[in-house]
């Protein structure tokens, strides 16, 4: 069974083919980030807006690429976000998809990207079996899971503020390093000199697997006001910021792993690119096998979208007629 996957939630425009048989047979994204960069963050009716100029020659640039024709024949389902995310862009997703199913008189599904996240990983040569511990940690999310099977999430925790991603991207503008501040932190914090702030590392003395992130951009924002900040300084701080971010996550799924008994870790979303993290969860968590979705697959992209959809259509799940989109969804039954 071959899926076309489309993503739509936020600032990228990813779109891929997915086939049961012989994998990921073709994958784009298209990044928004040029035009959103000089607002400092996302702006929605823009993301929208290049949705749509974006989506159809994408699609069938992937279908030529997969060595499909641009007809009914290509594949034999379309899958496409339906949440969680931005409510226009999601629209523009949702309506294209759910069109040209119509149109191909294919079965559609409406897929939950924090789903698609989840299971990025199985796109890769050697993939993680549940049970696993799974860190989704975007730009809109933090959370941990307990994978037992395809479909069956159980939260653990969560952020009770900002998600990880969020707070890289705002203490990013803060140290005017420009948006998305994940990897502009990431970069800046490379000649950082550690320890010369004390940065907390929050909510990890309490016993439970939440997060909070929203106290260190405080942290951040103290020393820019208290500072010069010339390059050293926005790199020291920098520095100071990445490494309690990553500290914190790395002690809530060792958390994590240790209170389900498991010792597989899966880490994915957009802030699973950063390479001190990854560092980290290597050094501390030495007994346990951690697995991550390729660098491209760790940001939004529609490869996981595809891969979702396919095992949702195989086990017979279909999306009605209607175009329904929710900007919140979560990705547990309960
Ligand atoms: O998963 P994603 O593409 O979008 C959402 O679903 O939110 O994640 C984007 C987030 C942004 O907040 C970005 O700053 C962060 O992931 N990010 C990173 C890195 N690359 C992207 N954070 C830390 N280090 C990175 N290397
Ligand atoms: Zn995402």
């Excluded at 784009?28 to 040029?34: E, N, R």
Aim: hydrophobic fraction near 40%; include cysteine.
């Amino acid at each position: 069974m071959k899926v076309l996957g489309i993503e739509t939630s936020c600032d990228e425009t990813g779109v891929a083919v997915y086939c049961g048989e012989r994998g990921l047979l073709a994958h784009i994204t298209h990044s928004q980030i040029k035009s959103h960069s000089p607002y400092g963050g996302v702006v929605p009716e823009i993301a929208a807006r290049d949705h749509i100029r974006k989506l159809l020659p994408l699609v069938r640039t992937v279908l030529n690429e997969a060595g499909l024709p641009a007809s009914a024949k290509a594949v034999d389902g379309v899958a496409y976000t339906a949440g969680p995310g931005l409510v226009g862009a999601l629209l523009v997703g949702a309506t294209f998809a759910r069109s040209l199913a119509y149109g191909w008189q294919l079965p559609a599904i409406g897929v939950n990207h924090l789903e698609g996240h989840l299971l990025a990983p199985m796109l890769e040569t050697e993939p993680p079996e549940p049970p696993f511990v799974a860190l989704l940690a975007s730009g809109g999310h933090t959370m941990l899971y307990e994978v037992t099977g395809f479909g069956t999430y159980k939260l653990l925790g969560e952020s009770v503020d900002d998600a990880a991603g969020e707070a890289f991207d705002k203490a990013g503008q803060l140290l005017g390093l420009g948006y998305p501040g994940g990897p502009a932190i990431a970069k800046s914090a490379e000649i950082g000199r550690s320890g010369r702030f004390d940065f907390p590392r929050p909510m990890t003395k309490q016993n439970n697997l939440n997060f909070s992130f929203s106290g260190l951009k405080t942290h951040v924002l103290y020393q820019t006001q208290r500072l010069a900040m010339n390059e050293q300084d926005t790199a020291d701080v920098a520095l100071a910021f990445e490494e309690a971010v990553v500290d914190t996550l790395t002690q809530k799924c060792q958390q994590a792993l240790h209170s389900t008994r498991l010792n597989k870790l899966v880490v994915t979303g957009g802030v699973g690119a950063n390479k001190r993290l990854r560092q980290n969860l290597r050094t501390k968590l030495p007994k346990s096998s951690i697995y991550y979705p390729r660098m491209e697959f760790c940001t939004d992209n529609g490869a996981m979208i595809a891969y979702t959809g396919h095992m949702r259509l195989k086990q017979g799940d279909r999306s009605p007629l209607s175009i329904d989109v929710k900007p919140r969804w979560p990705v547990t039954k309960d």
